[in-house]
Nanobody
Framework: QVQVVESGGGLVQPGDSLRLSCAVS????????IGWFRQAPGKEREGVSR????????YYADFVKGRFTISRDNAKNTVYLQMNSLKPEDTAVYYC??????????????????????WGQGTQVTVSS
């Protein structure tokens, strides 16, 4: 049974950093991509970043480029999202999701939540002074 569990959220001030973790278990192989999404109150869920299992390629939404970094530790089956220079508009519930059947199509549309089939419960990130 596949499980995806996020951790690391919290309350921080603008300009601070935070690292989210996504622990994955239950896959029979390492061939799955991981994406991070977020959803702010009253807004739709949006793609933040994705890391590919095959070659470690990464994708970022424009609004986090240069501030967030996604990485993967295959030995620990964990994906990280390092978030620097946080802004109040980064406040949201952050979700980790796994694409168990990655392809050129799902990677090209990495920001589309429909391309992910296993989701975590989310972790709250609040950026406020």
């Amino acid at each position: 049974q596949v499980q995806v569990v996020e951790s690391g959220g919290g309350l921080v001030q603008p300009g601070d950093s935070l690292r989210l973790s996504c622990a994955v278990s239950g896959f029979s192989s390492d061939y799955y991509d991981i994406g991070w999404f977020r959803q702010a109150p009253g807004k739709e869920r949006e793609g933040v970043s994705r890391i590919c299992s095959s070659d470690g390629s990464t994708y970022y939404a424009d609004f986090v480029k240069g501030r967030f970094t996604i990485s993967r530790d295959n030995a620990k089956n964990t994906v990280y999202l390092q978030m620097n220079s946080l802004k109040p508009e980064d406040t949201a519930v952050y979700y980790c999701a796994a694409d168990s059947n990655p392809s050129r199509y799902t990677r090209r549309r990495w920001w589309d939540a429909q391309n992910y089939d296993f989701w975590g419960q989310g972790t709250q990130v609040t950026v406020s002074s």
